[in-house]
């Protein structure tokens, strides 16, 4: 009788899954048919090739081998993803070490608050772009440049979220632990930290979409390398099917990074998952 129900779940499991899965596609299968019958019209060509000719691109710049033509980007699609990912996951990490001690510095502490706060707010609206000249000025076309403006674009989220989560932390709980003898530190690492996880892990997604998007503004201008790179030099030289598989690349590596947070965030916060259910 349990191994029925067990089946029975199971099946209805998978089914949920897979409903899941087509109502997903959905959108995107549509997105892809208009987009082939307006890249057909012929006021299109050379300006939205079709999802085929974006496909083909794609393929050769992944498989084909490089060297092979007059076409420069033959087989470098690997290579690039790997530069782009190291940058963003080095400036991330900097951003991480950083801006979660920091956030809960300025939630935690009054002085931190008081002291910390207004710079991190008043730097905090210059957009990436305008760090730009700085970086070139200070690091020069090397991949430090592009590290610093992925850990600014990375750290003020994070910062941000940290200290409202630090900040929320029920007092009821920080009494009790006072009570029982808890000290200052083991309040902030035991009573604090966890408290501000969940307000934690959504800086940590929106400060890794914001390094994704550091990375290709830097890569365009500070290195020479990276989808970044590809996307502008690509552009300079009208190659647009390259272009569009550049966005679509960088579309795919921004989602599965942020999956990776979301998993982590699952197995650190299994708490509120069991909670909430």
């Known amino acids: 009788m349990s191994t029925t129900v067990s089946n029975t779940s199971g099946k209805s499991g998978a089914l949920l899954k897979i409903k899941h899965l087509l109502i997903g596609l959905v959108l995107p299968v549509a997105l892809l048919v208009i987009w082939q019958v307006?890249?057909?019209?012929?006021?299109m060509h050379g300006v939205i090739p079709t999802p085929v000719k974006v496909g083909h691109a794609w393929y050769d710049w992944v498989f084909a081998n490089p060297g092979m033509g007059l076409n420069p980007y033959l087989g470098t699609w690997l290579s690039n993803?790997?530069?782009?990912t190291m940058r963003v996951a080095e400036g991330f990490l900097l951003a991480v070490l950083l801006g979660v001690p920091l956030g809960l510095a300025i939630g935690w502490s009054r002085l931190a608050a008081l002291s910390i706060d207004p710079l991190v707010q008043g730097l905090r609206p210059?957009?990436?772009?305008?760090?730009?000249?700085f970086s070139i000025a200070l690091f020069g076309i090397r991949d430090f440049?592009?590290?610093f403006l992925i850990f600014i674009g990375a750290f003020y989220p994070i910062v941000v979220n940290t200290t409202q989560g630090a900040r929320d932390v029920e007092r009821n709980l920080v009494r009790a632990a006072s009570m029982m003898g808890a000290s200052s530190t083991q309040?902030?690492?035991r009573v604090v930290l966890p408290s501000s996880m969940p307000s934690l892990f959504t800086g940590l997604r929106l400060g890794l979409g914001i390094a994704w998007t550091a990375v290709i503004v830097s890569e365009m201008v500070a290195v020479k390398s990276g989808l970044g790179y590809v996307l502008w030099d690509a552009y300079y030289v009208g190659r647009m099917d390259i272009v569009l598989a550049d966005m679509v690349s960088i579309g795919i590596m921004?989602?599965?990074s942020d999956r990776l947070i979301v998993l982590l965030e699952?197995?650190?916060?299994?708490?509120r998952?069991?909670?909430n259910h």
């Not at 307006?38 to 006021?43: A, K």
């Not at 699952?266 to 708490?271: D, F, G, I, P, S």
């Open 254 to 256: 921004g989602y599965l």
């Open 187 to 189: 309040l902030l690492l």
């Open 266 to 271: 699952r197995r650190v916060l299994v708490w």
């Open 38 to 43: 307006v890249g057909q019209y012929s006021g």
């Open 145 to 147: 440049g592009s590290i």
């Open 273 to 275: 998952i069991l909670q």
């Open 81 to 84: 993803v790997q530069y782009s």
């Open 126 to 133: 210059i957009p990436i772009t305008a760090w730009l000249p």
